[in-house]
Structures are given as C-alpha cells and as structure tokens.
C-alpha cells in the first residue's frame, strides 16, 4: 500500500468532489490534512469525518491575505505541509466564447490559475526550509485536448498544466517536484456546466462517448493518482501531464 505516513498536506477545494476524493484518500494513507474550501460547511462536514487527523480551513483561493491565512493555519495545526494540492477550480458554462462576461472570464483564471501563485508565494518558503516537497496542481484534459464551448476555460487549465512543467523545471534543483493531474470530466458539482445541457442519461452519454473507457472520471480516480504522485513512490517524476481520463486524450 503507498503510504504517507507522517505526511502534512493541504488540499484546497477539498469540500467536495476531486478535492473531497483526495483528503479522504490521504488521510487513509496516513497524512494529516488540512481540508480547505470557500464553503465552510463542507469543509467542515469533511474534516470532522476524518477525525483528528484532518482540520477544516475556509478560505477563497483568490485572496492572497486568505491564502497566507491558510498556510500559518496549517503551520499552526500540524506544523509545515510536505504536500499542496491546488485543487479549487471553477468554470463558465459551456457556450460560444463570445457569450462569456469580462467578469466570469475573471473569476475562471483567479480560481483556477492565480490561486496556485498565491498559493506558491506562501508555500514555497517552508519547503525550501525542510529541503523539499511536493506540489499537485489539478489541470485537466481540456487543457491538452479541448472540447468546444468551454475556450475560456480549457485556456485557465491550459496554463495550469504548462505553469506546473515550468515550476517543475525550476525547483527541481531543491528537491520540490511539481506535477499536474488532468482528470476527464467527473460528476461533481461544475458537471452540468461543463456540458452546457442538463445533467440527463442522454446528455452524459453524449460525453462519455468521447472516452475510450466509457464513463466519467470519480473522486476514487483522482484521489490514487494524487496519492501515488505525493509519495515516495514517485521520487523521480517530476514536470508530468498526468491523464485521468479513460483515454479521451488519446
């Protein structure tokens, strides 16, 4: 069993969905977690199943001030993280480019990609202090093959997934590896955004058609990927695309 024991990580979005998926799965292998969304509720609901071993922390990915917050909670509580997933995202509706607000487009590349700079800013001082470390940034298939009506955001995860290459490429040399998991569309709760339909048997269908594996992506999927890339198992990867997709980007 890969096994984080003795683990301290921070999951951001982990309320629900992918993020939920992962501070489940890290607990399980052993790691103390700080469960962090802008929903306080659900993360709180998340933390308190996992018991001693997790904490809840609300918090907007967007602001920096939260994100500083966020990083001396987890100091704090556990003490300095050995892993941050930069999982929060969010999306726009899928539809013609044109029809997506100056304000939307906003609010998909704060969440989805100024986050990890904020994040970064706070982090990597302290895993340069313990000599390394290991951070997973939550990209996606739309940014390595795209689907229409969804430009504004494949681009957001296009940079997610190309920003995680080049943190790779530079930290290296610290012993900081940097890897970005891409997961296929999940029935979490951005499904019927992504789809621009109604979540109905027909319309998910329309989509599962177009991977290879025949369904949607899960939270288990995400989360053993996400686990196997925090461990000592993957010592020597480093600057990887990670496809969880079921082949749609073949």
Not at 162 to 180: D, F, T
Request: net charge negative; proline share 5%.
């Amino acid at each position: 069993m890969t096994t984080l024991a003795g683990k301290i990580a921070i999951v951001t979005g982990a309320g629900g969905g992918f993020g939920e998926g992962i501070a489940r799965a890290y607990v399980d292998a052993g790691a103390r977690v700080i469960v962090a969304d802008i929903k306080a509720d659900a993360a709180h609901r998340v933390a308190h199943e996992l018991g001693t071993a997790a904490s809840a922390f609300t918090v907007d990915v967007t602001n920096k001030a939260q994100i500083e917050a966020l990083v001396r909670h987890c100091v704090d509580t556990f003490g300095p993280p050995d892993i941050v997933v930069n999982n929060a995202g969010t999306t726009h509706k899928n539809r013609p480019m044109l029809e997506v607000d100056e304000a939307t487009f906003d609010r998909v590349f704060a969440v989805n990609v100024k986050s990890i700079y904020h994040m970064t800013q706070a982090v990597l001082p302290l895993l340069r202090q313990q000599g390394g470390g290991v951070i997973l940034n939550v990209g996606s298939t739309a940014g390595i093959r795209p689907r229409p009506g969804l430009t504004w955001y494949n681009a957001s995860k296009g940079a997610v997934n190309l920003l995680s290459k080049s943190m790779a490429v530079e930290l290296g040399p610290e012993n900081i590896r940097v890897n970005a998991i891409c997961p296929v569309m999940g029935a979490t709760g951005l499904l019927e955004d992504f789809m621009g339909v109604p979540d109905t048997p027909e319309n998910r269908a329309r989509f599962t058609g177009t991977i290879p594996l025949g369904r949607l992506s899960t939270a288990d999927d995400i989360a053993t990927v996400a686990v196997f890339l925090a461990s000592d198992a993957a010592a020597f990867l480093t600057g990887i695309e990670f496809p969880v997709d079921g082949g749609r980007t073949i």
